[in-house]
C-alpha cells in the first residue's frame, strides 16, 4: 500500500515545491515593497521586471526568473508520477504526459533562460501566445477524455492539471486581475505571483489530502 500511495505523494510534494518556489519568486519582486523602500518598489510595478517568460522590454531580476522558472520545472517533473498511477490506455498516458511536461517545462525553461538571456525577442510574442493556446486547449482536451471511473484518481488528475494551466498567461492573468482590484492604480500591483502560487500549492495539498484519506478504505477492504 505504501508504494502505492508513494508516487502519488511524491507528485504532490514537488507540485508545493514548485508553488513555493513560484511564491519565493513574487516574495523577491515585491521584498522591497515590505521593507520600505518606496522608491524600489514604484520601479518593481512596472512590467520590465515580469519574469514569467519575459518578452523585450522588461528584463527580470535573475533571481525571479530563477526560482520561478525551477518552480514550473517542479510542476512538469510530477507528471511521470501521476501518470504511472492512472489505469489508462497508453496512447492516452503517453498524450498526457507530453502535453503536460511539454506546456509545464517549455514555459518553466523560457522562464529560467531569462536569467541569462534577460527578455526574449518582442516578435516572440505572437507564436508564444498562439502556442499557449494550443497546449492549454490540448491540456483541457486530455484531461477531459481520460476515463473518471476511478473517482479519487480522477480528482487528483484535475488537482494537478490546475498548475499546468496556470503556469504561463492564464495564471498572469488571473494574478493581475485579482491584485488590481484590490490596488487598481499600479501598471502591475503589488503581490502579483503570490496568488498563482498559492493555488499551485493548494493543489499539491489537496492531492496529499486525498491519498492520505484512501488508505483507512483500501485497508478495510
Known amino acids: 500500500m505504501t508504494l502505492t500511495r508513494s508516487p502519488w505523494l511524491i507528485a504532490a510534494g514537488t507540485i508545493v515545491l514548485g508553488g513555493m ?3 519565493a519568486a513574487a516574495a523577491a519582486r515585491w521584498l522591497p515593497c515590505l521593507t520600505g523602500s518606496e522608491q524600489v518598489c514604484l520601479a518593481r510595478q512596472s512590467h520590465a521586471y515580469d519574469y514569467i517568460v ?3 522590454p522588461a528584463q527580470p531580476l535573475a533571481i525571479t526568473s530563477v ?3 525551477l518552480g514550473m520545472i517542479m510542476v512538469a517533473v510530477s507528471w ?7 489505469k489508462i490506455k497508453r496512447r492516452l498516458a503517453v498524450a498526457l504526459l507530453v502535453i503536460m511536461i511539454t506546456k509545464a517545462g517549455l514555459v518553466g525553461l523560457l522562464t529560467l533562460s531569462a536569467a541569462v538571456a534577460g527578455g526574449l525577442p518582442a516578435a516572440a510574442t505572437g507564436p508564444l501566445f498562439i502556442g ?5 486547449l490540448a491540456v483541457l482536451g486530455v484531461v477531459l477524455v481520460t476515463p473518471n471511473e476511478r473517482v479519487a484518481d480522477y480528482q487528483r488528475l484535475l488537482l494537478a492539471a490546475g498548475p499546468v494551466w496556470l503556469v504561463g498567461t492564464v495564471g498572469r492573468v488571473i494574478d493581475g486581475a485579482f491584485f488590481t482590484l484590490a490596488n487598481p492604480g499600479p501598471e502591475v500591483p503589488p ?3 503570490c496568488l498563482t502560487a498559492a493555488i499551485i500549492v493548494g493543489c499539491g495539498i489537496g492531492i496529499a489530502a486525498i491519498t492520505r484519506n ?4 483500501r485497508r478495510s477492504v
Do not use: K
Open 191 to 193: 503581490g502579483s505571483g
Open 21 to 23: 518556489l513560484l511564491a
Open 132 to 136: 499557449e493556446i494550443v497546449l492549454d
Open 214 to 217: 484512501e488508505a483507512p478504505r
Open 67 to 69: 526560482l520561478a522558472g
Open 80 to 86: 511521470p508520477f501521476i501518470v504511472g498511477q492512472l
Open 54 to 56: 519575459p518578452i523585450e
